[in-house]
């Protein structure tokens, strides 16, 4: 797991920036406006999740259009699975386990 990529998006506007980019690619002026934020501002978040490899840009005639890549996305998920696995599992014991209580009042 790329410890960049939590690095990037741990800073809120970045984030705000990956859930706009959910939905479609979006040039920068509009993202700086869906979110209030001033358009040097917003390169520079762009910057940083785009070395973080989870944005890539798309130049199109005088404007830059940036999208999501899906990969590092997924590979966070991977990481994060066997987590999700683990909790699931615990949460499962312990649901068994209050059961058991519930049945044992009864």
């Known amino acids: 797991m790329n410890v ?19 939905d479609e690619p979006l040039p920068v002026g509009e993202i700086a406006g869906k979110l209030n ?9 762009l910057r940083v999740l785009s070395e973080a490899g989870l944005v890539e840009v798309e130049p199109l005639a005088n ?11 997924q590979e966070m998920d991977k990481w994060l699975d066997s987590y999700r696995r ?3 599992s615990r949460m499962d014991r312990l649901e068994d386990y209050l059961n058991g209580l519930k049945e044992k009042k009864h």
């Open 37 to 45: 934020l001033n358009q040097p501002q917003t390169s520079k978040h």
């Open 63 to 73: 404007r830059r259009i940036y999208k999501l890549r899906p990969e590092p996305l």
């Open 4 to 22: 960049q990529t939590f690095s990037a998006l741990a800073e809120p506007n970045r984030l705000a920036i990956v859930d706009l980019l959910l």
């Open 86 to 88: 683990m909790w699931e």
